[in-house]
T-cell receptor, first 112, second 116 residues
Framework: SQQGEEDPQALSIQEGENATMNCSYK?????LQWYRQNSGRGLVHLIL?????REKHSGRLRVTLDTSKKSSSLLITASRAADTASYFC????????????FGTGTRLKVLA | NAGVTQTPKFRVLKTGQSMTLLCAQD?????MYWYRQDPGMGLRLIHY???????AKGEVPDGYNVSRLKKQNFLLGLESAAPSQTSVYFC???????????????FGDGTRLSIL
């Protein structure tokens, strides 16, 4: 079964609004990463948050991590049509196996 | 600087045929990965490699074989294709970094494989 589960599965918002998507996971992690995938393309890394961090920012992106609840959220502020994509969280387990476990993704559509 | 290049981009096979997907990276990364992406299931790890000459099984390795003879190349083979292997296949690479998984993965644009 998937380690990470994103919520919601799909999200449609107007340009300029904020978009929030959540990721829940099951076991202890080393870090959590967020990726974006445009239609027909590969995944692109957005941001990494370590297990001892609670919040991280990168441009219009804000990521939070709550290890007690085993959850993370990705906030995209002032969204643009170009943000339309699928967003995935990926967890790296503390077991030292070099494996990244990807969630099922949130499909974001930003309407112009 | 091409990053991660996957060949071919599209392929249609008949059940029972064999083929090899090629992944090449020009970033001198140690780690390379093969994933499959199916609707509603996210990415699932097939096999991975932590260095030239080494490979390991991921979450869904059955029906696939891999080889890493050169550091820059990671090959995924289907010996006898089955319709259940219809999917989009992604290759990724990363540096070892400090600690396990502390580096982002760089992805190719995928190979869309249909098996009839």
């Amino acid at each position: 079964s998937q380690q990470g589960e994103e919520d919601p599965q799909a999200l449609s918002i107007q340009e300029g609004e904020n978009a929030t998507m959540n990721c829940s996971y099951k076991t202890s992690i080393n870090n959590l990463q967020w990726y974006r995938q445009n239609s027909g393309r590969g995944l692109v890394h957005l941001i990494l948050i370590r297990s001892n961090e609670r919040e991280k920012h990168s441009g219009r992106l804000r990521v939070t991590l709550d290890t007690s609840k085993k959850s993370s959220s990705l906030l995209i502020t002032a969204s643009r049509a170009a943000d339309t994509a699928s967003y995935f969280c990926a967890t790296v387990l503390t077991s030292g196996t070099y494996k990244y476990i990807f969630g099922t993704g949130t499909r974001l559509k930003v309407l112009a | 600087n091409a990053g991660v290049t996957q060949t071919p981009k599209f392929r249609v096979l008949k059940t029972g045929q064999s083929m090899t997907l090629l992944c090449a990276q020009d970033m001198n990364h140690e780690y390379m990965y093969w994933y499959r992406q199916d609707p509603g299931m996210g990415l699932r790890l097939i096999h991975y490699s932590v260095g030239e000459g080494t490979t390991a099984k991921g979450e869904v390795p059955d029906g696939y074989n891999v080889s890493r003879l050169k550091k820059q190349n990671f090959l995924l083979g289907l010996e006898s294709a089955a319709p259940s292997q219809t999917s989009v296949y992604f290759c990724a690479s990363s540096y070892p970094g400090r600690g396990v998984g502390n580096q982002p993965q760089h992805f190719g644009d995928g190979t869309r494989l249909s098996i009839l």
